[in-house]
């Protein structure tokens, strides 16, 4: 019994403390929510009645907390990162990871007919005392959301902070993103005209009348004035009323782009990232066309980073509560490092005029369609 308690408690060290790279595809596959395992034991042979019990519990309690670390391990916190590579790089996150394994709490626990036990352990990945609790640094002074303008200029890749514990979104994976020569060039200078002289063309001669012979005046008669009648006055001038002017709506349809200026009263943001590869991710970078980031870790408090997660992942727009009654829709044009949702930039300028509007990106209300 001291030999199996050994084994077990080894495993169990082994699994916190090293992290090995055998992570599997399971982790991969969290939707943000809750990371759920379930251990399998079985008793020793030649063991039996509440011995045998207690000996299966205790190895279905190792296999799940083995099963935990692996897949915690797996979880994808960017583009590039999983937990376990920040682990490795950041001992004060590896040390913190390890004790929220540990303290992972068992949610169902069944002995089998055939007298194999089952544990179920749960850890959130949100919330209190959750994943994200240890994997984002405190971030209680947000950047300011770049303009809308920017995403239509040249923007050269930078690396890009996603937890605040030294992870990034590296600029070298996408080198030709932003790409500028630095020269532009210069329109061909207009050259004034001199308008051509019309030809002067001279006016015909016209030959001289003959003076009229004089004539002679009639004597003067006396005249008796004619009286004259006063003229009516005008009529006044009647008015004419202008034409009525029909009002142009002031609000475009909620789906037409709006030229400059948000429609404003969106709740939240849907983009649809179906058949372009996404998978979910802790930290993801909504980025416009030209690689400018527009929507990240950098820009929000990470309470309510911790507290929510940065967006969520859904199948269809049934389940996208989270963008709220009236969402902006938007559709991705591509997908990098598969966890980046990359917009056009007249969609990305649209989010960032229509989130100045509503602040639904301060509240994290984005949902990912894949």
């Not at 080894?10 to 969290?30: I, K």
């Not at 001289?208 to 006063?230: G, N, S, Y």
């Not at 950098?298 to 709220?324: C, F, H, I, P, W």
């Amino acid at each position: 019994m001291h030999v199996v308690k050994s084994i077990a408690l080894a495993v169990l060290v082994l699994a916190l403390a090293v992290f090995t790279t055998g992570t599997t595809e399971a982790a991969a596959a969290w939707d943000g929510g809750t990371i759920r395992v379930e251990g399998l034991g079985i008793a020793p042979a030649g063991t039996s009645g509440t011995q045998a019990e207690a000996l299966a519990r205790r190895a279905a309690i190792s296999d799940a907390y083995r099963q935990l670390a692996e897949q915690t391990s797996g979880v994808r916190v960017d583009a590039v990162t999983t937990v376990e590579n920040l682990m490795l790089a950041n001992m004060t996150v590896r040390t913190q990871v390890s004790a929220l394994i540990k303290g992972a709490a068992i949610v169902e626990e069944k002995q089998q007919r055939d007298g194999s036990y089952t544990v179920t352990i749960e850890l959130p990945v949100y919330g209190a005392g959750s994943l994200a609790s240890t994997i984002f640094a405190p971030n209680k002074t947000p950047e300011p959301w770049t303009m809308p303008e920017s995403v239509y200029m040249p923007y050269k890749p930078q690396n890009y902070d996603t937890t605040g514990n030294g992870t990034y979104d590296r600029s070298d994976r996408k080198a030709d993103w932003g790409k500028d020569t630095g020269k532009t060039a210069a329109p061909t200078p207009l050259r004034p005209t001199t308008p051509s002289t019309p030809a002067v063309i001279p006016a015909p001669i016209r030959p001289a009348t003959p003076a009229a012979p004089a004539v002679e005046p009639a004597p003067l008669r006396p005249t008796h004035p004619t009286p004259t009648t006063p003229a009516a006055p005008a009529a006044p001038a009647v008015p004419v009323a202008p034409a009525p002017v029909t009002p142009t709506p002031t609000t475009p349809p909620a789906d037409l782009v709006p030229t400059g200026r948000a429609v404003g009263g969106y709740t939240g943001v849907i983009i649809d990232c179906t058949g372009l590869g996404l998978r979910p991710v802790m930290s993801p970078v909504i980025k416009a066309e030209n690689g400018r980031p527009i929507y990240g870790y950098k820009n929000l408090d990470s309470d309510k980073v911790v507290q929510n997660g940065m967006a969520s992942y859904a199948r269809s727009e049934t389940d996208a509560t989270r963008a709220g009654t009236n969402p902006l829709r938007l559709r991705a044009v591509s997908v990098d490092g598969n966890a980046n949702p990359v917009l056009s930039a007249a969609d990305a300028n649209r989010l960032l005029l229509e989130n100045s509007a509503s602040g639904f990106l301060d509240a994290t209300n984005v949902v990912f369609l894949r």
